[in-house]
Antibody, heavy 120, light 107 residues
Framework: QVQLQESGPGLVKPSETLSLTCTVS?????????WGWIRQPPGKGLEWIGS???????YYNPSLKSRLTISVDTSKNHFSLTLSSVTAADTAVYYC?????????????WGQGTLVTVSS | EIVLTQSPGTLSLSPGERATLSCRAS???????LAWYQQKPGQAPRLLIY???SRATGIPDRFSGSGSGTDFTLTISRLEPEDFAVYYC????????FGPGTKVDIK
């Protein structure tokens, strides 16, 4: 059974950097699939942030690309998100997830989500 | 960037009724790049449909997807109490964008 678990600070100050890690169990990241981040501001819809392949190749949301880094550590079976220069607009529940690509794209396993609040 | 529009914003129906949800793309999307998700309050989204029309593992056959190009539809043939939720479409052809969602609530 594939499981994903987000971890990281629940409170980040404006202008600082948000950092989250997603630990995967029940599946080896190095075996394949893309591994992604999605966020959801309170009471609003879903926004795809970006994804990474086990090889390290990445896809980023163009609107976040200048502030975003997604990395993978296959030895620890986890992947990470850093978002710099955060503002209140970055307050959201952040989900990590597994994305399948071929022959169809879809996101089949999700973490439970972690709320990150940007506030001084 | 491909923009997805979902309609209606809210659908008020009774259990046993049929629900028809629309997802329209600003430009053509390959069927292999279109998926539907269900989200209930306080929960992560759940994959329902991928490849525009294939049901994910464990999804009841009252859920079906159809469409191609720029127009896609999710149909719930007979609403069960557990189906009242928010539904999102997502395209993976360009930047993996989500639609704004359709809320199906109890009439």
């Amino acid at each position: 059974q594939v499981q994903l678990q987000e971890s990281g600070p629940g409170l980040v100050k404006p202008s600082e950097t948000l950092s989250l890690t997603c630990t995967v169990s029940g599946y080896s990241i190095s075996s394949g699939y893309y591994w992604g981040w999605i966020r959801q501001p309170p009471g609003k819809g879903l926004e795809w942030i970006g994804s990474i392949y086990h090889s390290g190749s990445t896809y980023y949301n163009p609107s976040l690309k200048s502030r975003l880094t997604i990395s993978v550590d296959t030895s620890k079976n986890h992947f990470s998100l850093t978002l710099s220069s955060v503002t209140a607009a970055d307050t959201a529940v952040y989900y990590c997830a597994r994305e399948a690509q071929s022959p169809n794209w879809f996101t089949d396993y999700w973490g439970q989500g972690t709320l990150v609040t940007v506030s001084s | 960037e491909i923009v997805l529009t979902q309609s209606p914003g809210t659908l008020s129906l009774s259990p046993g009724e049929r629900a028809t949800l629309s997802c329209r793309a600003s430009q053509s999307v390959s069927s292999s790049d279109l998926a539907w998700y269900q989200q209930k309050p306080g929960q992560a989204p759940r994959l329902l449909i991928y490849g525009a029309s294939s049901r994910a593992t464990g999804i009841p056959d009252r859920f079906s997807g159809s469409g191609s190009g720029t127009d896609f539809t999710l149909t719930i043939s007979r609403l069960e109490p557990e189906d009242f939720a928010v539904y999102y479409c997502q395209q993976y052809g360009s930047s993996h964008t989500f639609g704004p969602g359709t809320k199906v609530d109890i009439k």
